[in-house]
């Protein structure tokens, strides 16, 4: 059995099923990480129920950073963690500053302190946003938290891959998730199960930024080269 499988935001229906495309068969031990609620129990007992061996932990976007140490600590004591998934995110901020730190401040903390303890041939996934890539003004604190937690993924990639830790970054543009369940579903929509396939994808590869779909990577580049009068409002 390899070592722990580790899912931050354990309730993530993104996060779930990058996770489940990447543990490979059971048995392994697998942690999922959150706030308690009901999405996190059904992703555990759904995970037990094909054998994996399968606790959960508090994790609260409000942890310092001693606090996200000591978690680290306590669940690879026995089993260090060889792959971590960090798919933490909110549009539904109490607060600008709370959309910063949920998003941003608590999530580059958060990785700083993985890419710290994995080793070996151990896989980090950050699921950012195409919004990292493009800041949004209908959703700021959001896109400019996601700009934080996506550059530091690209920034640890490179001192992480010279120990022989693989850091991922996707940018996902529109997935239909609880997230995104009252919005208007947009060209592109893409699902849960269409990232979690990329990711797996583009871990065999070298990129360290993958976009999901890929044809996303494109739109940006062109929003962003377009003068803003000539971008839909609800796109600016
Ligand atoms: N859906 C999309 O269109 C889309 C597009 C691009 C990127 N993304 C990103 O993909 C990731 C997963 O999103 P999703 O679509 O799977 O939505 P989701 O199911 O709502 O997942 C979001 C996760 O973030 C956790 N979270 C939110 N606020 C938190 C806090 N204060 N402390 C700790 N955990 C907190 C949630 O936990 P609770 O259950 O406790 O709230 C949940 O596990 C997010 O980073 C999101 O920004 C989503």
Known sequence: MSGTALLVGGSSEIGFAVLKELLGPPPRRVVLAGRPSEELWKNAEA????????????????????????????????????LAVVAVGTMQERSFTDGLIVNGLAVSLLLRALVRRLSGTAQLVLISSA????????????????????STAVLLAPQAARDGVRVLVV????????????????PLATTPEQVGRR?????????????????????VWVLRLLPARLVPPALR
Do not use: C, N
């Not at 959960?56 to 001693?66: F, I, K, N, P, S």
């Not at 919004?131 to 700021?140: L, Q």
């Open 47 to 82: 995970l037990r129920d094909v054998g994996y061996y399968v606790t959960t932990a508090q994790y609260d976007a409000t942890l310092h950073a001693e606090e996200i140490d000591g978690l680290l600590t306590h669940l690879s004591a026995e089993f260090p963690v060889d």
């Open 131 to 150: 919004a990292a890539a493009r800041p949004r003004s209908a959703i700021a604190a959001y896109s400019l938290g996601k700009q934080l937690a996506d």
């Open 171 to 186: 940018r996902p543009g529109f997935v239909r998730t609880r997230m995104t369940a009252d919005l208007p579903r947009p």
């Open 199 to 219: 990711v797996a994808r583009a871990l065999r590869g070298r990129r360290v930024v993958v976009w999901a779909p890929p044809t996303m990577a494109v739109v």
